[in-house]
């Protein structure tokens, strides 16, 4: 079993719905990061953190530590959000243990 | 603009030689990383650097050399010991060797054996 866990491994959407990817980790952490991975392959750090939620444009991210699960949400979705979204303890120092992706494409 | 490139995007390499990949950043940061991404499965890291003339074993260093002679530079070698070196390469610095910052991403390097 992976240390870090995601879920779903495949989402489909249609434009404008609401979109929930999930992490869930075994280990203690000291901070959890969302990165976005273009199909070029280029990897975004989206969000870094560590207690309560975090919110940029569409994206809002959120984590339990008592639960050992953070969210990834997008609201109204746009075709353009179509990328790989990863999830990555920082369990440590500067270490990053990844979880294995969430394919996601959004269709118009 | 400030960033990190890797080079070449594309390489293909001969049974039994080494190759090099470039990493260079222009940002500044101590630490450097280099990441392996395989088909299915999460990045796992390879080797890396939080100083100059510094560097540590990742989960998965076998095959591999890297060198931080420069603070913008760290080069990852595969060497023909690296038995299964097909894959997607992805490097990384972030401002700070604890990691209280987040790590910024090259674009990556597909390499190929022939």
Same mark, same amino acid.
């Given at each position: 079993k992976n240390e870090v866990e995601q879920s779903p491994q495949n989402l489909t959407a249609q434009e404008g719905e609401f979109i929930t990817i999930n992490c869930s980790y075994s280990v203690g952490i000291s901070a959890l990061h969302w990165l976005q991975q273009h199909p070029g392959g280029g990897i975004v750090s989206l969000f870094m953190l560590s207690s309560g939620k975090k919110k940029h444009g569409r994206l809002i991210a959120t984590i339990n530590i008592q639960e050992k699960h953070s969210s990834l949400h997008i609201t109204a /979705?746009?075709?353009?959000? /179509?990328a790989v979204y990863i999830c990555a303890a920082r369990t440590s120092g500067s270490r990053l243990t990844f979880g294995e992706g969430t394919q996601l494409t959004v269709n118009p | 603009d400030g960033g990190i490139t890797q080079s070449p995007k594309y390489l293909f390499r001969k049974e039994g030689q080494n190759v090099t990949l470039s990493c260079e950043q222009n940002l500044n940061h101590d630490a450097m990383y280099w990441y392996r991404q395989d088909p299915g499965q999460g990045l796992r890291l390879i080797y890396y650097s939080q100083i100059v003339n510094d560097f540590q074993k990742g989960d998965i260093a076998e095959g591999y050399s890297v060198s931080r002679e420069k603070k913008e530079s760290f080069p990852l070698t595969v060497t023909s010991a690296q038995k299964n070196p097909t894959a997607f390469y992805l490097c990384a610095s972030s401002m700070d060797r604890g990691g209280n910052q987040p790590q910024h991403f090259g674009d990556g390097t597909r390499l190929s054996i022939l």
């Open positions: /979705s746009h075709p353009r959000d /179509s | -």
